[in-house]
C-alpha cells in the first residue's frame, strides 16, 4: 500500500477504505491538528511564502492538493523537506522509473 500510495495522484483510494474499515470495527474518532501540523495553505511555491506561514515549532508538514508533482516538490522544497536521492530510491525500490520528478 505505501508504494501503491506513493505512485497514485492521491492517496484516497487507499485511505477510505482504511477508514470505513476502522469506523465500522472500532468506531471514528476524529481531532483537529493544531498549527504546528501545517498543511496545503501554509506551504507555498517559494521559501519567502512559506517562512512567513509556516510555524517556527512545525513538527508535521503535509504539501496537499497541488495541481501536479512539480508543484508539490516545490512546496517541500520551500522549506527543506525534499530529497532527490531518497525519492531516488524509492522508485528503484519499486521498480518503476522516476516519472515526472
Given at each position: 500500500?505505501?508504494?501503491?500510495?506513493?505512485?497514485?495522484?492521491?492517496?484516497?483510494?487507499?485511505?477510505l477504505?482504511?477508514?470505513?474499515?476502522?469506523?465500522?470495527?472500532?468506531?471514528?474518532?476524529?481531532?483537529?491538528?493544531?498549527k504546528?501540523?501545517?498543511?496545503?495553505?501554509?506551504?507555498?511555491?517559494t521559501?519567502?511564502?512559506?517562512?512567513?506561514?509556516?510555524?517556527?515549532?512545525?513538527?508535521?508538514?503535509?504539501?496537499s492538493?497541488?495541481?501536479?508533482?512539480t508543484?508539490?516538490?516545490?512546496?517541500?522544497?520551500?522549506?527543506?523537506?525534499?530529497?532527490?536521492?531518497?525519492?531516488?530510491?524509492?522508485?528503484?525500490?519499486?521498480?518503476?522509473?522516476?516519472?515526472?520528478?
Amino acid at each position: 500500500a505505501f508504494l501503491l500510495g506513493h505512485t497514485q495522484r492521491s492517496q484516497q483510494g487507499i485511505t477510505l477504505p482504511l477508514l470505513v474499515h476502522h469506523y465500522f470495527n472500532s468506531g471514528l474518532k476524529l481531532h483537529i491538528l493544531g498549527k504546528r501540523f501545517a498543511n496545503g495553505p501554509q506551504l507555498a511555491l517559494t521559501r519567502a511564502k512559506t517562512a512567513k506561514n509556516l510555524p517556527s515549532d512545525w513538527i508535521v508538514a503535509h504539501a496537499s492538493w497541488t495541481a501536479n508533482s512539480t508543484d508539490k516538490r516545490r512546496k517541500l522544497q520551500s522549506f527543506d523537506e525534499w530529497d532527490d536521492a531518497c525519492v531516488d530510491r524509492l522508485w528503484q525500490r519499486a521498480g518503476s522509473p522516476v516519472v515526472g520528478w
